[in-house]
């Protein structure tokens, strides 16, 4: 079992910026593809950011030019990087690791990020 833990959330005031921190209990390296998803009240959970094992990187339109996301193997974590942060943002942010066939797959209990307008 692999346990993620998130950290970095909090109230920020648009225009801010916050950076999440994704710790692992085991090597990232063992894992395809680590991201982020962020989730609102009455809404499906999104991808906001995944970065693969061939270190391409997917952004959600929403989050292009703002977020950066990236890892650091010897730390066995995964950072977001938020700037120019919108109140949209609001939201929970949930860490994801897992194999391309999703037959591993591991979630963390999430942040919550706040921007106020």
């Known amino acids: 079992q692999v346990q993620l833990v998130e950290s970095g959330g909090g109230l920020v005031q648009a225009g801010g910026s916050l950076r999440l921190s994704c710790a692992a209990s085991?090597?990232?390296?063992?894992?395809?593809?680590m991201g982020w998803y962020r989730q609102t009240p009455g809404k499906q959970r999104e991808l906001v950011a995944v970065?693969?094992?061939?270190?391409?990187?997917n952004y959600a339109d929403s989050v292009k030019g703002r977020f950066t996301c990236s890892t650091d193997n010897a730390k066995n974590t995964v950072y977001l990087q938020m700037n120019s942060l919108k109140p949209e943002d609001t939201a929970v942010y949930y860490c994801n690791a897992r194999t391309w066939s999703w037959s591993s797959d591991y979630w963390g209990q999430g942040t919550q990020v706040t921007v106020s307008s």
């Open positions: 085991r090597s990232i390296a063992t894992f395809n593809v």
């Open positions: 970065l693969t094992s061939g270190d391409s990187t």
